[in-house]
């Protein structure tokens, strides 16, 4: 493993800096490589609007420790990402969750939320979005969706969150701009992590903002962590300029492009009629709708009998829905494995199907 | 450096591991070796009753997350750390300060001050203390006094931080219990960091406590950062592991010994009549109380000119007053940097003493 090496050698050489405190704001180097990363990607920001998190998890908590007081609202995909949802709700906001169509959020129901929340004398205080490769849903928002959601912003003085875990990770498709780089007023919070791209034992991750929103952010970091740990800072440096991270992150594209596409035959090869799933351009993850009256929650133990796993749909639904619905993670399975997963978890659904109330399965 | 060879090890061997997602209680086998190292200084605390926290400024901030709702009051000492004055009044909550002896806080007023917050119907929450080679003073609690504390703890229901960052660092006098080792009812928060006896660049710490605390911790902590890096922990087990960790603490204390004694006796060889300073058993600190009328913070300009500096003492007071105390580190220094540092210093005090008006230097 090429990190050994470069451990090795950041210690021995550079233990004065990486084994002590380091500042709040970050590696200045790491924070520049990231910069340079992230303008490849369209996204130009300064050394000033960059901090260095301990991954996407802190940044979130940041976000809401900084921004949020309790009752504000938080606008949400339905479903959304988990660790998100607690990080909002650690803070006491009331979540309003949005439902997600296949280019993105609902954005007639987002307006209207927003204008209901404000006429019952609520708080509407953010946008948090995941618009490349959703987790859970694995759908990517259209560039329309994404500059429409920019003007409502605008419009309703919001402050966006852009939760980009998977971005880099596009395997078929078209780039779409992050809505980082379509912001013109500053008013996008774009969260950046190497956990999918080089190592999430690294937690290493970015919050890329307005200057006046960085400033505001690492003066509560510091009060949270002090700061992020130099020495794994100083390895990430390291692999990213000894290496071609372009070409290591192609590498991985590649292999999940894979791996996608032989859990999409498999689900074809086996599911039932009424079972839909997501076609997704990138990330790690896939996204199954069973037919109603299914509960992926109950079914689980059934699963794991024989040895095939997934995370039910329904705790990413701030609204208490999703009952039938369930992630399927492609990254970790090799390819056998994932057809015969698939295979396991067909014959389980169908033995559900089989049993389900004439009434409700017709 | 011993830590580089370790790296190289760890990540070669065990990079499934380390590089990737911890729990967020942290590596089982590292919080037994801490239990254990906690064990030999008379804390019982089982698997369950520990976390591992991203440095003990995270064990502030998940305390303060967890515990504190806006208003609440803290009890603090005057002088305080820094960051444990930032981490509570990022959760909202009011600061009560209670003047430090030289056998720690005046517990009498701690108990009037109770009171009057109950009179006034607010709602005491948690006394936070560092009993061992106080940061900033360098004080250590006497044990009738750390006793009584948890007498009025438990009369009032309060929940106590003891924060410990520097107790294996005593190079002088008797050893003393520690809170959570006189802890007879659960309501001991302690936290335990390698910051100051291993490398402050790991950010690895601690935080111990009864498992209802502990498990309330773990839910706020998965939400503010899913887990501290696997690597950095897989790192620390390693070089407890491998090494003779009592010993390696034993050179510091010998170093710091000599450090502090070096210190004070520049202090006694150098300071002009009407300063006064203490004189630490263990820790990094000494702690300096100018005559009245000088103000450290305005003098400090004029000793950086002179290339030596401390911090003044002002802000870790939550009342507002310490304008006339100074702290100084003896941590990094030599031994003849101190000497003709506390020399500088000293010629700085004077020419400010002399030009103090009479009435107020009388």
Redesign the interface.
Known sequence: ?E???I??????EN?T??????TTEGNVELRRAFLEFLRKDGIKAELEEIVIT??S??GL?LVA?TFLDPGDVVYIELPSYL?AI??F??FEAELVGITLEEDGMDLERLREQIQKGRAQGKNPKLIYVIPDFQNPAGICWSEEKRAELLKIAKEEDLLVVEDAPYRALRFAGEEVPSLKAMDREGRVVFLFTLSKIL?????LAALVGAEEIVNKVVA?K???????????QA?ALRFLREHDFEAHIERLRSCYREKRNAMIAALERYMPEGVLWTRPEGGLFLWVTLPPGLDTEKMLPKALERKVAYVSGSPFFVDGTGHNTMRLSFAIATLEQIDEGIRRLAEVIKEELAALPSSVSA
């Open positions: 493993m990190l050994a090496r451990a090795f050698q950041e210690i021995q233990y800096y990486s084994l002590q405190y380091s301990t991954a998890q802190q908590d420790k660790g607690q990080a709700r650690a190592a999430p034992g690294l937690r509560v510091q009060a949270t962590d002090l700061c992020t740990p130099a020495l794994t390895l």
